[in-house]
Nanobody, 119 residues
Framework: QVQLVESGGGLVQAGGSLRLSCAAS????????MAWYRQAPGKQRELVAA???????NYANSVKGRFTISRDNVKNTVYLQMNSLKPEDTGVYYC?????????????WGQGTQVTVSS
């Protein structure tokens, strides 16, 4: 079955960096566009970065120039390098396919990883 396991979050001061990882299984990772999403407190989940099977990338305007998404198709893992972090980057970060995996009639999400940026 599909599994997405995110890790690497934590508490960091503004201006700091974190690197998130997501191990994927249960589908053919290498041919799928993958993405990182985040959900800030009280807000809807939003896509922050995506990467195609050919490693073309795109970013939300709010993170462009600060975040870098990458992937390792041998390890079935997608990464998000986050630099120059701001308090508004705080939230739970999830990886998923783009568009997200649907199992039955529900969208599948992993447990996510919490990122907290203090000012």
């Amino acid at each position: 079955q599909v599994q997405l396991v995110e890790s690497g979050g934590g508490l960091v001061q503004a201006g700091g960096s974190l690197r998130l990882s997501c191990a994927a299984s249960g589908f053919i990772f290498s041919i799928n566009r993958m993405a990182w999403y985040r959900q800030a407190p009280g807000k809807q989940r939003e896509l922050v970065a995506a990467i195609t099977s050919g490693s073309s990338t795109n970013y939300a305007n709010s993170v462009k120039g600060r975040f870098t998404i990458s992937r390792d198709n041998v390890k079935n893992t997608v990464y998000l390098q986050m630099n120059s972090l701001k308090p508004e980057d705080t939230g739970v970060y999830y990886c998923n396919r783009d568009p997200p995996v649907v199992v039955g009639i529900k969208t599948y999400w992993g447990q996510g990883t919490q990122v907290t940026v203090s000012s």
